[in-house]
């Protein structure tokens, strides 16, 4: 079947320092992937995506690689800030074959140390 | 108002209530979803609207009867729910479905005794 999984649950950077969060996934047919970032109390708040003709984009601040070789997906935080500690999810969608539905992974807490 | 609004916050209903949960979307968005979030698990879709038909019932216990009335309004109905039914639950709508990223509301925290 199909998963999305989080290689870890929990992260804790420095202030200042890059932070990169990893994904897997299993469904080779997935090309659609989305990084969310849920602070406590709030729902998902969307931050970057990525089709599957591309291997990266770049927004401010973040970079979203994916490498569909190995189906690993990383986000990249540069310079990340207090304000960045949340749970951040990955999420892939198999549009042909799933009509868009996204499948989540279990999330990544990230903490932030001033 | 802008985005994706939910209402109540904050639900707590006995296992014989019936209640209902609120959304609205201001973006213009043709699809919106219904997801159930509950403690170390990842998020799980229960219901798809595109254009005000459900396209998606992802295998949800009747107990939860969804509502569209218009591309804007969301409802999701609930009645004689499980104590294991606590969860957050979110609504979330986009431009169209596809290859769109998904924008949510805060969510509904229900605690069903």
């Known amino acids: 079947g199909e998963s999305v999984g989080l290689h870890l649950p929990t992260l804790s950077v420095q202030e200042g320092d890059n932070s990169i969060i990893n994904c897997a996934y299993s469904n080779s047919a997935s090309d659609y992937f989305i990084w969310y970032k849920q602070e406590s109390g709030k729902g998902p708040q969307f931050i970057i995506d990525?089709?599957?003709?591309?291997d990266k984009r770049q927004g401010q601040r973040v970079t979203v690689l994916l490498n569909k070789t190995v189906k690993h997906l990383s986000l990249q935080i540069a310079a990340t800030q207090p304000g960045d500690s949340a749970v951040y999810f990955c999420a892939e969608s198999d549009f042909e074959n799933q009509g868009g539905k996204l499948i989540f992974g279990q999330g990544t807490e990230l903490s932030v140390k001033p | 108002e802008t985005g994706v609004t939910q209402t109540p916050r904050h639900l707590v209903m006995g296992m014989t209530n019936k209640k209902s949960l609120k959304c609205e979307q201001h973006l213009g968005h043709n699809a919106m979803y219904w997801y159930k979030q509950s403690a170390k698990k990842p998020l799980e879709l229960m219901f798809v609207?595109?254009?005000?038909?459900?396209?998606e019932n992802n295998s949800v216990p009747s107990r939860f009867s969804p509502e569209c009335p218009n591309s804007s309004h969301l409802f999701l109905h609930l009645h004689t729910l499980q104590p294991e039914d606590s969860a957050l639950y979110l609504c979330?709508?986009?431009?169209?479905?596809?290859?769109?990223?998904?924008?949510f509301g805060p969510g509904t925290r229900l605690t069903v005794l």
């Open positions: 990525i089709r599957s003709n591309m």
């Open positions: 979330a709508s986009s431009h169209r479905l596809g290859k769109y990223e998904q924008f």
């Open positions: 609207y595109s254009l005000e038909e459900r396209v």
